[in-house]
């Protein structure tokens, strides 16, 4: 019994609802577990930025702790900020500073009250330098803590000769509040086996009772103070110098084991400098800033976690695929089983109307060859003159006629190849395989009344080539056939005849070739005869072309 269409169409309606509302709540699910596991990711790297925010504020309270020191008495200045930086051992309570130093105010080219200084604090003689530099004033370094090799190198260097140095200073005078430098080579890094890039921190010592560069000092009045339009006047900077790579390692500590790949730069925007990399970065990069004194960094954190980003949700996401798959597979073989059962009944009804069509069809072509035989016969008897003539040339036509069929029916095709056609009835006129094999054309296939007639006419041709032209022995045939334009042209020529063939009227014989050509090719035919030479040329259109 066949199942109820409507019934079915329900199910079927019913079972995608169910499986579209797994799906989604699948992807729904998929998606929360997939922004959770990155919020929570973005969070950790809030936090590895808070961390390196931390550290820098503590080791700017350092320095601004060291400039109330040297503010408060500067007559022990050098003494004491080397007591008190001895004490505090800021390497220990905020790693990643490479010292805490003090670079005076100068005026050029007259260096000997700085080199007294260093000579004060360190017991021996450092020039100031470089010697001479294109600006008015300069900052040489006369204190930098811990006094360790790598440190003692930088003394005396003029800090305020390098552009890059000295924007930051500028601002840092300019607004009283600890500006950073951009990205340098510090002094220190000479002599160092692995160089890495550093920075500066500066923080301003404002002039209390100094004497301006520029004036006539008196014989009291030290220290000398800076001065430039729009700022206070300024004796000195309390700076740290920074190795970028220590101070991130030590800032954000065993937490770096845990990310996969960090990229720290410089400044905002696609310019900022690359100055730390850690690992490798993933696709899954979280970006964050810190804040270095009066510049921003960005932070760019990864964490690689490829199986709990993608592997959670992925799993959860598969699942209900999975349900939602199990539900279409239900209902796709109830859907199987009604398609079998409507396809056993349209197979069985597709059979009767084959059988109708087949036998009229068969009706159809029955009619057609009996009244084409009809036709043949009753034009054959027209142009005999015995009963034996009439036997000997209805045989021939009929066997043309029932060549053409059987090429179609062997082939198991619906078209049927005119070389072969015409090697057919050269072969019937003792024509050599060797010599049919020279006949060629383009590729020419003919439908079933095409073949029909044109191996009737071909047929006609032989037969009378053989009473009186050249395949009696007296002169030379030539077939051949092309395409030209939308149309074939197949010609006949025989030349070297005994005599000229006679024209004047058609027969029964070239009435019914001439009508074969004109309805069943929708082509035509011309003849023409002369100097001892036949020509017959058949031309029609080229509906049905050989791949």
Sequence with gaps: ???????????????????????????????????????????????????????????????????????????????????????????????????????????????????????????????????????????????????????????????????????????????????????????????????????????????????????????????????????????????APFRIHDLMETAIGPQLAGIDGLEIFAGEGPAAPLVFRHGTMGWDAHETRVRVADRLWTVRISYGRLLERLGRPAFILLFGVALAVLAMQLNRVQQRRVGAARALADEQARHAEDRELMIGEMAHRMKNAFARIGALARITLRESDSLDDFEAKFDGRMRALSDAKQMLVTGAVDSVDLGRIVRRELGIAGWSEERQA???????????????????????????????????????????????????????????????????SDGFGTHFIRSLIERQLKGSWDRVAADHRLAITIRWPDRVTGG
Excluded: C
């Excluded at 309270?61 to 505090?88: I, K, N």
């Excluded at 032989?462 to 939308?486: E, F, P």
């Design 438 to 504: 020279a006949v060629t054309g383009p590729d020419v296939r003919l439908d079933d009344e095409g073949a029909q007639a044109l191996s009737l006419a071909l047929h006609e041709f032989a037969t009378n080539s053989i009473k009186y032209g050249a395949l009696s022995g007296r002169g030379a045939l030539a077939v051949g056939w092309r395409r030209d334009g939308g149309e074939i042209e197949l010609s006949w020529v025989e030349s070297g005849l005994a005599e000229t063939p006679a024209l004047e």
């Design 1 to 239: 019994m066949r199942p109820s269409l409507w019934a079915d169409r329900l199910m079927a309606l019913l079972v995608r609802f169910v499986g579209l509302v797994i799906l989604l709540g699948a992807v729904g699910a998929a998606a929360t577990s997939f922004f959770y596991n990155k919020a929570e990711e973005a969070e950790r790297a809030g936090r590895v930025a808070m961390q390196v925010n931390a550290r820098l504020n503590d080791q700017i309270a350092v320095l601004q702790g060291v400039r109330a020191l040297y503010q408060s008495d500067r007559a022990t200045s050098g003494p004491g900020v080397r007591a008190y930086l001895a004490a505090l051992q800021p390497q220990a309570q905020a790693p990643g500073m490479q010292g805490v130093g003090i670079a005076v105010a100068m005026r050029q080219r007259t260096p000997a009250a700085v080199e007294a200084q260093i000579r004060e604090n360190y017991g021996r003689d450092v020039a100031v330098w470089p010697a001479a530099t294109d600006q008015p004033i300069g900052f040489p370094i006369v204190l930098i803590e811990p006094g360790n090799a790598r440190n003692q190198g930088a003394l005396g260097y003029d800090m305020y000769s390098d552009p890059v140095r000295r924007a930051a200073m500028r601002r840092a005078w300019a607004t009283g509040r600890p500006a950073a430098s951009g990205v340098v080579q510090l002094i220190q890094e000479n002599n160092a086996a692995q160089k890495q890039p550093g920075f500066l921190i500066y923080v301003p010592v404002y002039a209390a009772n100094a004497v301006a560069v520029g004036a006539e000092p008196g014989a009291a009045a030290p220290p000398t103070a800076a001065t430039r339009p729009g700022a206070r006047p300024i004796v000195a900077f309390v700076y």
